[in-house]
Antibody, heavy 119, light 109 residues
Framework: QVQLQESGPGLVKPSGTLSLICAVS?????????WSWVRQPPGKGLEWIGE???????NYNPSLRSPVTILLDKSNNQFSLEVSSVTAADTAMYYC????????????WGRGILVTVSS | SYVLTQPPSVSVAPGETARITCGGD??????VHWYQQKAGQAPVLVIY???DRPSGIPERFSGSNSGNTATLTISRVEAGDEADYYC????????????FGTGTTVTVL
């Protein structure tokens, strides 16, 4: 069974860049899966950020205000998220997850990591 | 963009049936997935493609989808079912987009 684990700084300054990594175990990131990031502001609902396929193809939520980049690191079996020019509105629990197809259900989720944007 | 509307809360006594609705324009033409999120934990998939159950999810969880409403039904509710529940669809427009519902808190009385 695929397991996912998020890591990265828990505190980012306003206007800075939020960078997170999702380590994948129990499966290969080069398999025919899509790898997603989802976030949840404190006390609020879930918001999908974007996804990447092992071919490098990406899809992003068109409603996001901050620029977002998702990248693959096949040598380390992980993928990453970068959100630039962050504001307090980017404070959230960030989860990584996977799906067997773009637009399919999100089968497995990491435990999540809380990122706070504050000076 | 596509909007999914859920009731903010549903209260149910142990042993009874909880029904959580997810409203969206012509949602019956889309595939709906449901997630359970217990306090302080990550979401867990409980129903996929309208009515299928992942392995390990009790048969008490079932789903349906027709017209403008999808429904998650929890039969013989237990205290351990207390959680937030989210529906989700994929909006196939010019941009691929996973859309989540507003979420429903299920309280077991």
């Amino acid at each position: 069974q695929v397991q996912l684990q998020e890591s990265g700084p828990g505190l980012v300054k306003p206007s800075g860049t939020l960078s997170l990594i999702c380590a994948v175990s129990g499966g290969s990131i080069s398999s025919d899966n899509w790898w997603s990031w989802v976030r949840q502001p404190p006390g609020k609902g879930l918001e999908w950020i974007g996804e990447i396929h092992h071919t490098g193809s990406t899809n992003y939520n068109p409603s996001l205000r901050s620029p977002v980049t998702i990248l693959l690191d096949k040598s380390n079996n992980q993928f990453s998220l970068e959100v630039s020019s962050v504001t307090a509105a980017d404070t959230a629990m960030y989860y990584c997850a996977n799906s067997k197809g773009s637009g399919s259900c999100l089968d497995h989720w990491g435990r999540g990591i809380l990122v706070t944007v504050s000076s | 963009s596509y909007v999914l509307t859920q009731p903010p809360s549903v209260s149910v006594a142990p042993g009874e049936t909880a029904r959580i609705t997810c409203g969206g324009d012509d949602i019956g033409t889309k595939s709906v997935h449901w997630y359970q999120q217990k306090a302080g934990q990550a979401p867990v998939l409980v129903i996929y493609y309208d009515s299928d159950r992942p392995s390990g999810i009790p048969e008490r969880f079932s789903g349906s989808n027709s017209g403008n409403t999808a429904t998650l039904t929890i039969s013989r509710v237990e205290a351990g079912d207390e959680a937030d529940y989210y529906c989700q669809v994929w909006e196939r427009t010019s941009n691929h987009n996973y859309v989540f519902g507003t979420g429903t808190t299920v309280t077991v009385l």
